[in-house]
């Protein structure tokens, strides 16, 4: 009994270990040991798909193997992302979300592969595979368990009634048969309609199945308005220029709108052209489903609401680091805002809000800078375009001058410094920005007077910073929100004294602090009237050769990728994969006889033990994408990840490569081979060394054998 009674302490203890979320966040890794998907051989598994298919008795079998091979390649292409999560917190839960659905079907239960994505899409996917994938974005948005449920269930109903290779097959037939006397569009609101139908079966089934459970029916109903608000953050609270106002620091009103605009109600929009139903039409279905059918004693939480909440907090605060990936600075400021209402002392939510001042005011001063190749293609969005509560965050953004942004931004990262002085992240944003304060013309001079009488303010100014907004869910506050109009005292120098409490008492802040000798004199653009005072001034190939001696790098998932519009899909994706094994080997070969270090961070390549390496992977991986949202020869800082230092110190090396080849042949026998090698100092944020060249050739043995030599030659013998 007392063995029994310890390894229930044992499970329990090692199920429930959480993070403190009072204090801080760790960002979501994965652990434990790898499931079979990132170990198998897929050409092997491919293999095996066909051969029970060829026992089958099938007319399609022909694109049924088309299917086969993609489908598998691209979940090989998810689960090797560096994105998808492995026995995490929230993967953990999700599946134990699906023991309780399928509680009485222990088959099925077992064909179920079930992962935490980490995107910030409000979406779900399933695979015929049994692979099923849960969006970050999507849990950082539900509001029950009894919605995850549903929408697990949802999904599973996908995988068991084979939507999605039957969907392809559908489609492929349409798109060979369908032009016959149709028009592109007709033929796209054909194949619009199939996926409706589908998404339509999957809600019926899903509630079919979620009915057997004990879940609140009427939350399955509930979900779709989920769904419908999606492009809403994850609650609706007030933005509050309080928050970021200190004793000596009032922000004028003018930057605030006096209301913000009512939510858009489109979810009986035309969904001809879409691949779901509009949500209206989703909602009447399951509302006629649920009907007359007993209800009580069903419940929102089977699992227990605590836990619930615990794992939708830890989605929430993945969310921002999401967001920061994107560079999208907006989303994250104001996800940030939300947790730090109900965590105030969550060091890790302060940092990203330090993070997305600083980089906003980047962005205003031209440092940070957005093109076609970003997410955020045409930069912040404008006000006008936002809806609800976080439209007065982009109007306060679009409003405030740059300098002025910046001020407001140095008073929030500098006392963040000083509570947290050993954080290296928040000193370094705290020095860049007294920087950039020198650049505004302005000394220690300009920000010093005699401290002013404390005004007699409205009570609604005496709210704390830290004041808890009441916990609603998102739905139920569109239902009926509650606008208020503040009223706030100005000054017309209202920045004047932000910093004279720092001046009196803090030596290093004055240490740091631009003197008027030491400015470079630019331009006062970016104040607004506020100001106390005014002032008139306002190819074919490509090399990059290293400049410094690399002896060791980290090799980044050698790429290959085999493009011959001659043959069958299929057939280029196996050759691919067999043709980059053999380039990684390449690679290995060649750094290996000009005794050049490599340590290869691949998921493709990993054991079932090398946990590790996935999230190594994952963070570099991250890195990469911020940095290749814009041009390349703009260095954006990068805010996404603070463990890159904890990377180089493990592999010894801040320098990273990536290598790899693309051949194309075109159907009239045209033949490109695009190889490319390049260093990043992962360290400084720099590209050190390029190596892009085009052959108007086939990809010969020889020649790749060459490329890959020379580029660690030329590495190797760098001045």
């Known amino acids: 009994m007392i063995k029994y009674f310890l390894l229930f302490v044992l499970v329990t203890g090692t199920c429930f270990a959480q993070q403190n979320l009072k204090e801080n966040f760790v960002p979501l890794k994965s652990s434990g040991a790898l499931p079979d998907v990132f170990t198998q051989n897929i050409r092997n598994v491919i293999k095996d798909d066909i051969t029970e298919l060829n026992k089958q008795k099938d007319n399609n079998k022909s694109l049924k193997k088309t299917y086969l091979t993609e489908t598998n390649y691209e979940i090989e292409k998810i689960v090797k992302s560096g994105n998808t999560l492995i026995n995490d917190e929230i993967t953990t839960y999700l599946n134990k979300v699906v023991d309780v659905v399928l509680k009485n079907n222990q088959t099925l239960r077992n064909e179920l592969h079930v992962y935490t994505l980490k995107s910030p899409v409000v979406n779900a996917y399933s695979y015929d595979k049994g692979y099923v994938f849960i969006n970050v974005g999507l ?54 309609q199939y996926s409706k139908e589908k998404e339509s079966e999957a809600d019926i089934e899903g509630f079919k199945l979620f009915e057997q459970t004990n879940y609140n029916l009427k939350q399955a109903e509930k979900s779709f308005d989920v769904l419908q608000y999606a492009h809403l953050p994850f609650e609706l609270v007030e933005f509050k220029k309080s928050f970021f106002e200190t004793e000596n620091y009032v922000i004028p009103k003018g930057y605030f709108l006096k209301e913000v605009s009512s939510i858009r109600n489109n979810s009986n929009e035309d969904d001809t052209k879409h691949t779901h139903p509009n949500t209206a039409k989703r909602k009447v279905s399951i509302a006629e489903l649920i009907g007359n059918r007993d209800n009580s004693n069903k419940v929102d939480y089977v699992l227990g609401k ?103 931004s140095l008073n929030y990262i500098y006392r963040l410094h000083q509570k947290y002085p050993s954080n290296k992240q928040i000193g370094a944003y705290s020095d860049s920005l007294l920087k950039l304060i020198g650049n505004t013309n302005w000394g220690i001079t300009d920000f010093v007077r005699v401290k002013k009488k404390p005004l007699l303010r409205d009570t609604l100014l005496l709210d704390s910073i830290n004041a808890k907004i009441e916990t609603k869910s998102k739905t139920d506050l569109i239902a009926n929100l509650q606008k208020e109009n503040t009223v706030k005292i100005e000054d017309t120098v209202y920045y004047k004294d932000v910093f004279v409490d720092l001046f009196m008492n803090d030596t290093e802040f004055v240490s740091k602090f631009p003197s008027a000798n030491s400015l470079n004199a630019q331009t006062n653009a ?24 690399i002896e060791k790098v980290l090799l980044l998932e050698p790429f290959y990728l085999k493009v011959d519009d001659s043959k069958p899909e299929e057939f280029q994706y196996t050759e691919s994969d067999e043709r980059q094994e053999q380039f990684i080997t390449t690679v290995n070969d060649c750094a290996k006889k000009l005794n050049f270090e490599t340590v290869t961070l691949d998921p493709g390549l990993v054991t079932a033990s090398e946990v590790d390496k996935v999230n190594d992977f994952s963070v570099i991986n991250d890195w990469f994408a911020e940095k290749f ?33 693309v051949n194309y042949r075109s159907k009239t026998g045209i033949k490109r081979t695009y190889y490319y090698g390049f260093i990043y100092d992962i360290k400084d944020n720099d590209i050190v060394y390029k190596r892009y060249v085009v052959y108007r050739d086939k990809d010969s043995k020889d020649l790749i054998n060459a490329k890959v030599y020379q580029t660690f030659h030329e590495l190797k013998h760098s001045k």
Not at 166 to 182: A, H, L, Q, S
Not at 352 to 376: E, F, P, Q, R, T
């Open 629 to 661: 949202d814009a041009n390349d020869k703009d260095k954006n800082p990068i805010f996404n990840t603070n463990e890159i230092d904890n990377v180089i110190a493990k592999y010894g090396t801040q320098y990273v490569m990536k290598i790899g080849i």
């Open 526 to 549: 970016g104040f607004s009237t506020y100001r106390s005072r005014s002032t008139s001034k306002s190819k074919n190939e490509e090399l990059i050769k290293a400049q410094a001696k």
């Open 139 to 192: 849990i950082a948005q539900a509001e029950t368990e009894a919605q995850l449920a549903y929408i697990l269930c949802h999904e599973i109903c996908h995988y068991t009634k084979k939507h999605h290779i039957n969907g392809y097959v559908d489609t492929k037939k349409i798109e060979r048969n369908g032009y016959d006397g149709k028009n592109k569009n007709d033929v796209l609101i054909e194949k619009c």
């Open 306 to 408: 605590e836990q619930f909440e615990y794992i939708r907090d830890l989605a929430r605060m993945e969310l921002c680091r999401l967001y920061l990936k994107r560079r999208d600075y907006p989303n994250a400021l104001y996800a940030a805002y939300i947790l730090a209402n109900k965590f105030p002392e969550n060091q890790y939510v302060k940092e990203v809000i330090a993070k997305c001042l600083y980089a906003i005011s980047l962005h205003g001063k031209g440092i940070i800078k957005y093109d076609y190749d970003s997410y955020l293609e045409n930069g912040f969005p404008s006000y006008s375009d936002i809806e609800s509560y976080p439209q007065q965050l982009y109007h306060f953004i679009g409003k405030m001058p740059t300098n002025e942004w910046t001020i407001m």
